[in-house]
Nanobody, 121 residues
């Protein structure tokens, strides 16, 4: 059983930065996708970034956010720069067999509990 625990959320001013971390325990298949998603109140959960055969980003995150993992045993990170109020959401890390559909939440098998990010203008 895979368990994921996010941390690093909080409040930031527009233009500021936050770094989210996701610590994983349990066996993670080497071909799994590692992703970050977010969900704002009243909106659907959306993919932000993922690692699967390379790095993938949503258009809203490209150029501002960076997903990284030093080694398979290290946490998964999401460095968020130039934050905007529209980035306000609950952020989740997820692991699963996305098989290329990295931004589809239904493709992921395991989820963390989420960490809140609030960006004020």
């Amino acid at each position: 059983q895979v368990q994921l625990v996010e941390s690093g959320g909080g409040s930031a001013q527009a233009g500021g930065s936050l770094r989210l971390s996701c610590a994983a325990s349990g066996y993670i298949y080497s071909r799994y996708c590692l992703g970050w998603f977010r969900q704002a109140p009243g909106k659907e959960r959306e993919g932000v970034a993922a690692i699967y055969d390379g790095w993938h980003y949503a258009a809203s995150a490209k150029g501002r956010f960076t997903i990284s993992q030093d080694t398979v045993d290290n946490p998964l990170y999401l460095q968020m720069n130039s934050l905007k109020p529209d980035d306000t959401a609950m952020y989740y890390c997820a692991v699963g067999k996305c098989w290329g559909s990295w931004s589809e939440p239904g493709k992921y098998n395991y989820w963390g509990q989420g960490t809140q990010v609030t960006v004020s203008s």
